[in-house]
């Protein structure tokens, strides 16, 4: 597997990328608005590593091949909450939050999970057993060659963009609103899952800062794949930028930290 992780134009790059036998994910860390009282002494790139290291734990412990997805993100969660120790306030709204992406091969292909605004990339022909919401688009007439894993319900809030701060602290963990992993356990439960069939077991990791060259600059998944195929996430990246330098989009910020993985795991060995 490659991957890249590229800081944007804040002061530290919140996202993380982690990978071992047979699974990755990639974390991206919610950017807290100038001024605001998280609540909580840490901030969120510490947010990000205790998370990285649950995740880690959990994928890596024994029978974890067994543990659906959502629960590994859960006990992840709860490990996180526990590192935070008194002098936090876990409920604030505005306490460090973050979006991830999970896949783990099993034995005839991918599990994978996405919480907020990561992507999970999967080729065409990885067929859905159990797929969840926000994979592909089934309704179209004629296969993808490339599917997008996506959770899109932060694009779906009441009154359309741009959302007032307040909005979002009130649709942030609630029902009928978005999920990101946070202090809540119960966000968990409502990530994106499924289970893809794939020969290849390739697929790729994206945070937003990287999407963004899909969302915000009108290309195409497969487009997206085809740069990672053939320049891996570095050429990503850089495409990214050289379109957030020519065609800045008003109300964004310029330049996100962007991360990108992009592999295969081996095949299962022969029965």
């Not at 990328?17 to 047979?22: K, L, Q």
């Not at 790139?45 to 959502?70: C, F, S």
């Not at 330098?245 to 330049?255: L, M």
């Amino acid at each position: 597997m490659r991957y890249v992780s590229e800081q944007g134009q804040g002061a530290v790059n919140e996202d993380a990328v982690v990978a071992g036998a047979g699974w990755a994910f990639v974390l991206d860390g919610a950017t807290a608005p100038p001024g605001v009282d998280s609540g909580c002494r840490h901030g969120v790139r510490w947010l990000v590593d205790r998370l990285a290291q649950g995740l880690t734990a959990e994928l890596t412990a024994p029978d974890a091949h067994r543990t659906p997805l959502q629960e590994v993100l859960a006990a992840a969660i709860l490990r996180t909450r526990a590192a935070h120790g008194p002098g936090c306030d876990l409920g604030d709204p505005d306490s460090p939050s973050a979006t991830t992406a999970i896949v783990r091969a099993t034995g005839d292909g991918l599990d994978h999970l996405v919480l907020g605004d990561c992507t999970v990339l999967l080729p065409g022909d990885a067929g859905p057993d159990d797929a969840g919401s926000g994979i592909g688009h089934p309704g179209e007439a004629a296969p993808s060659p490339v599917i997008a894993v996506t959770d899109d319900r932060l694009e779906h809030l009441p009154g359309g963009r741009p959302y007032s701060r307040a909005l979002v602290r009130a649709a942030r963990n609630t029902e009928g609103g978005f999920w990101v992993a946070a202090a809540s356990v119960d966000a968990a439960a409502h990530a994106v899952c499924g289970r893809a069939r794939s020969p290849r077991r390739s697929f790729a990791l994206l945070t937003d800062g990287c999407t963004r060259l899909v969302m915000n600059f009108g290309a195409t998944w497969p487009e997206a794949w085809s740069l990672l195929e053939s320049g891996g996430p570095e050429s990503l990246v850089a495409a990214v930028r050289t379109a957030e330098r020519d065609r800045p989009v008003p109300g964004v910020k310029r330049h996100d930290d962007a991360t990108a993985a992009f592999g295969a795991f081996d095949p299962p060995p022969p029965s």
